[in-house]
């Protein structure tokens, strides 16, 4: 119903709606079924990321985790058919920092690589001796690596949402 233009959108979102809704009140007439596309997902599929979008850059740049965010989001919106909203939303859902399943290995030191054609990851530390980890101490979460990236990458977000616009609505 994707393509059939908007016509076929509103009638989808309408079935979709009442599908849903009947789900809530426990007699649908079927389960509802939709897709959860991760960010690996978009930036790992050749004909979804045709500009080539590394996760180095995702995680390096926020003009990049912008677009490929918001460019996954309207992917997702006009291509699966599925159980939810399809079509452009009247404003775009807000953009968190995603760096990925990096966070808590990162956070207490791990060093993290990045392996081509693969999704970010994180080297084991203090393998040995074990002891060594009583000496950590507990990183800053608004200045410490990627914590502190993410900060930055909110407010980056923040400014650019408040002037700009995606795919015509606001984000």
């Not at 233009?5 to 309408?14: L, Y």
């Not at 079509?87 to 993290?112: I, R, V």
Request: some cysteine.
């Amino acid at each position: 119903m994707a393509s059939a233009g908007s016509a076929g959108i509103e009638t989808h979102n309408q079935q979709v709606a009442r599908l849903w809704q009947d789900f809530h009140a426990a007699h649908p007439a079927r389960v509802p079924c939709y897709f959860n596309f991760s960010q690996q997902f978009w930036l790992l599929t050749p004909w979804l990321n045709p500009k080539g979008y590394t996760f180095r850059q995702l995680f390096e740049d926020p003009a990049v985790q912008w677009k490929v965010q918001l460019s996954r989001q309207h992917w997702v919106r006009h291509q699966p058919l599925q159980d939810a909203e399809m079509g452009l939303p009247s404003e775009w859902p807000g953009l968190a920092p995603d760096f990925q399943n990096t966070y808590e290995a990162e956070w207490f030191g791990c060093q993290l690589v990045f392996h081509e054609g693969e999704v970010p990851d994180t080297i084991p530390m203090l393998r040995e001796p074990k002891g060594d980890l009583a000496s950590l101490s507990i990183p800053d979460p608004l200045h410490h690596r990627l914590q502190g990236r993410g900060l930055e990458f909110l407010q980056y977000f923040e400014q650019r949402r408040q002037r700009e616009h995606f795919a015509g609505r606001p984000v």
